[in-house]
């Protein structure tokens, strides 16, 4: 919640954002979630949901105050090898508008339009990045 306030969403926009930000028990044993921290602090975290192929990046937040510091690229990178490790060619990603030049700095490319659940009429960006081939690297 922290983290997408960081855009200056107004408390209406959050109050319609918050149930599409919970994540329960049930999701964390059934997909991969993974949180980078420095030696004292949780700075931020994601999940990727992987079938057959694709791997989809959810839930990449990272915290206001360590934003701008290389995390999201240090977790980016991360989710990108797990991605390959797992078996994916693809990451997709359906992207806060704020978001999509950090997506395009890491490489990934938009491919369209998707309407938001949280807020319906509302258009967010989603981008692909290619995983690499493990056994061509
Ligand atoms: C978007 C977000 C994940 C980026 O994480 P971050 O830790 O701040 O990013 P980094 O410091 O690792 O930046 C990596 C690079 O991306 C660039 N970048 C980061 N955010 C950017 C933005 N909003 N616009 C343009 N470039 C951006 C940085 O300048 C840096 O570029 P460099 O290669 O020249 O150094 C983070 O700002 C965030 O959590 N925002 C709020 C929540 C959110 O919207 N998450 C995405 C949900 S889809």
Do not use: C
């Amino acid at each position: 919640m922290r983290a997408k306030a960081s855009w200056g969403y107004d408390k209406e926009d959050m109050a319609a954002f918050a149930p599409s930000l919970l994540v329960n028990g049930e999701y964390v044993a059934a997909n991969e979630v993974w949180v980078g921290h420095d030696s004292t602090e949780r700075q931020g975290w994601y999940a990727i949901e992987v079938t057959d192929d694709r791997a989809e990046l959810e839930y990449f937040w990272v915290a206001p105050e360590a934003q701008g510091k290389g995390v999201g690229r240090a977790l980016w990178r991360h989710a990108m090898a797990r991605a390959q490790a797992l078996g994916a060619r693809v990451m997709g990603v359906q992207a806060d508008p704020f978001a999509q030049p950090f997506y395009e700095r890491m490489g990934a490319t938009f491919q369209r339009d998707t309407e938001s659940d949280a807020l319906p009429g509302r258009k967010l960006p989603y981008l692909e990045a290619a995983v690499p081939d493990p056994d061509q690297e």
